[in-house]
Structure formats: C-alpha cells, structure tokens
C-alpha cells in the first residue's frame, strides 16, 4: 500500500526557517509530479510548490524567494524548505504525489501542522 507521510513540521517564531520532508513508501513504480499544499483554517487548500520528477519547479507567488522544493528521487521524498516564515504561513502543509503502483493515481499525506508565531 502506497503512503506519504509528512515530518518537519511545528512552531517557529516570524522569519525563521523549517524544512519539510515527505516520503513515500509502498510499492512505487514510479513519481512523477510532487507537490506541496496548505490549507488555513477558512480557506480552501492551494497549491505552495510543485516539482516534477526532472526538477522544473513552480511556486505560488506568495512564498516566491522563501520557499524551496526540492526532491530524491532515489529515496522517494520531497522536500519544502521554507525561510523568512510570516504569520500567514501558518497552515496544514500537505504533500502530493502522482504514484504509478498497481495503476497510476494521485495519493495525498495526511498533513503537518506548520505555526509561525511569536
């Protein structure tokens, strides 16, 4: 059975830096795109970062020159490295994989809670 788990997550105080990582395990035949989402209490979840398995990258505007994606393809993870974290931040970050196993498909992480706050 195919999963991501999602790790790295907590409280850091106005523009500090965390990192996020998200591995996939189960029986993988192969990633393709990788993502990162948040969703804010009230709002609906959008898209923080993309990165397909070549490495082209895309980014919302709002964490433009903070944050960073990056990726393993060997050990099945992608990475968020966020810096000069703001208060709006603050979300559910949730990793997303299209997964070919048994049949190709979209697979989600159950979320990691990311606080900025002083």
């Known amino acids: 059975q195919v999963q991501l788990v999602e790790s790295g997550g907590g409280l850091v105080q106005p523009g500090g830096s965390l990192r996020l990582s998200c591995a996939a395990s189960?029986?993988?035949?192969?990633?393709?795109?990788m993502a990162w989402y948040r969703q804010a209490p009230g709002n609906q979840r959008e898209l923080v970062a993309s990165i397909t398995s070549g490495g082209s990258t895309n980014y919302a505007d709002s964490v433009k020159g903070r944050f960073t994606i990056s990726r393993v393809n060997a050990k099945k993870t992608v990475y968020l490295q966020m810096s000069s974290l703001k208060a709006e931040d603050t979300a559910v970050y949730y990793c997303?994989?299209?997964?070919?196993?048994?049949?190709?498909?979209?697979?989600w992480g159950p979320g990691i809670q990311v606080t900025v706050s002083s």
């Open positions: 189960g029986r993988t035949l192969s990633i393709g795109l």
């Open positions: 997303n994989a299209d997964i070919l196993a048994w049949s190709r498909r979209e697979y």
